[in-house]
């Protein structure tokens, strides 16, 4: 029987000519499996209703057309109510656009770089508000004025290290614009996208903003891995950052930080907890080695498998895991969004919503009562479960951390992302039976 070998990716994600070592997208466009431009147009009603059942489990099967995947993954992240029309979805995103020019024009009149096409790599300001006068930060700052030059519009170069004391909140956030700039130096730069200045300008200036807007959590690194493919599949700035901030909704809990925790060592021990139900030999042995607070899976969890997985691929793992787990809720759940705030039709209030408008992992915890008091947990961690049962074997042959770090590095760029979802679904469902017992 003749079988759809697929189309390849690769064009979309151009990688540098020199990047030999990097590992090939496995994902590809198959005719009937993967959501296209016709079937998504097609799941939308004359009004703008979109019937997202018709669409999950499509995703689920063979992932998003990378010409669509910024509009599907707006919904997926549930930036857009799929009751909304296209006028009000429209209002919505010209809201945003300008509520996100606001603040970029915040961090600008605090630091003019932003928004310059720039960014810096070294400190600016010492711990106690003191401006560092380094000469890589003011060559940095030197090339943006020049550049202004040339449109009327240069700033003094002073003002990029102000001087005179300065709000604590403000210190923090300029203590934390360097690193973000080291960071976006080093992610994703196998990328031909990423060979343009202007496209690591975008990524820094959003980084900042985002540290801006969220204090509690400002910067972290491992944030430039999440942000790099909003950038790349939403052509505008502000809609890339609104994205990015939705994800972040998920899991900010990972990037916050106590003096005696980081936020996702909640999601390790839930891990260990898992582990220690479907594979008890396995979490034995990682205990006996020194593993069981489970650090080793540090990385996974924290960016979503984005150093594992090709560029292609941890997007199509990434589309995969908000299917399973939509829920036709979740815009709701962000109601506290002002920039949201859009009074409903008639039509489009009380809308029920039936089953399959509910991802497929979704469903599974409604069927077992997973609404309940107990907080369901994210299908990530069943995803880094469904790796370690399937290394069991050489895990459990392992004599030290390093030996468990070496095995699940050597990982990297050979793993299949729909094979890891489909086992991270089996032991979901293995792993509700036998919590019931």
Request: proline letters at 4%.
């Amino acid at each position: 029987m003749w079988r759809d070998s697929g189309v390849s990716t690769e064009s979309f994600y151009l990688v540098r000519p020199e990047c030999t070592d990097v590992p090939k997208t496995k994902f590809k466009i198959r005719a009937g499996k993967t959501l296209s431009v016709r079937k998504w147009q097609s799941a939308f009603s004359p009004e703008g209703y979109l019937d997202i059942g018709k669409t999950l489990s499509r995703i689920h099967h063979g992932g998003v057309h990378p010409t669509i995947r910024g509009e599907v993954w707006e919904f997926l992240l549930g930036c857009y109510d799929t009751t909304s029309t296209f006028d009000e979805r429209q209002q919505i995103r010209q809201r945003r656009r300008v509520r996100y020019a606001q603040l970029k024009d915040e961090c600008r009149q605090m630091f003019p770089m932003v928004g310059s096409g720039r960014f810096i790599t070294a400190p600016v300001i010492t711990e106690d508000g003191k401006p560092i006068q380094d000469p890589i930060v003011l060559q940095q700052a030197y090339d943006r004025v020049q550049e202004n030059d040339a449109s009327n519009n240069n700033e003094p170069l002073r003002e990029t290290v102000p001087q005179g004391p300065q709000d604590e909140k403000v210190i923090q956030w300029k203590l934390t614009l360097h690193q973000i700039g080291l960071d976006v130096k080093r992610t994703d730069r196998t990328l031909v996208y990423f060979e343009k200045q202007e496209n690591l300008s975008k990524l820094w200036d959003i980084l900042a903003v985002y540290s801006w807007f969220d204090k509690d959590v400002g910067y972290c690194q491992g944030m430039s891995d999440l942000c790099s493919p909003m950038i790349i599949l939403l052509e505008d700035e502000a809609d890339a950052f609104w994205c990015f901030e939705h994800l972040m909704r998920r899991l900010r809990g990972n990037f916050t930080c106590t003096a005696n925790s980081v936020g996702v060592e909640t999601q390790l021990s839930h891990l260990a907890a898992v582990t220690q139900v479907i594979d008890p030999k396995l979490h034995q042995h990682l205990e006996n080695l020194g593993g069981g607070d489970y650090l080793f899976a540090f990385r996974m969890l924290m960016v979503l498998f984005r150093r594992e997985f090709s560029f292609g691929d941890s997007l199509y793992l990434w589309e995969m895991m908000w299917a399973l787990e939509y829920d036709p809720d979740l815009c709701s759940l962000y109601a506290a969004d002002p920039e949201a705030q859009i009074e409903k039709s008639d039509e489009s209030k009380g809308k029920s919503k039936s089953k399959k408008q509910f991802g497929k992992y979704e469903r599974e915890n409604l069927r077992s009562g997973g609404k309940g008091a107990e907080t369901p947990l994210p299908i990530s961690v069943f995803l880094v479960a469904s790796v370690l049962k399937e290394k069991s074997p050489k895990l459990l042959e392992a004599r030290g951390l390093d030996d468990v770090v070496k095995i699940l590095n050597d990982m990297n760029g050979n793993m299949d992302a729909k094979k890891t979802c489909i086992g991270a679904l089996k032991l979901h469902k293995k792993y509700l039976k036998k919590v019931k017992k």
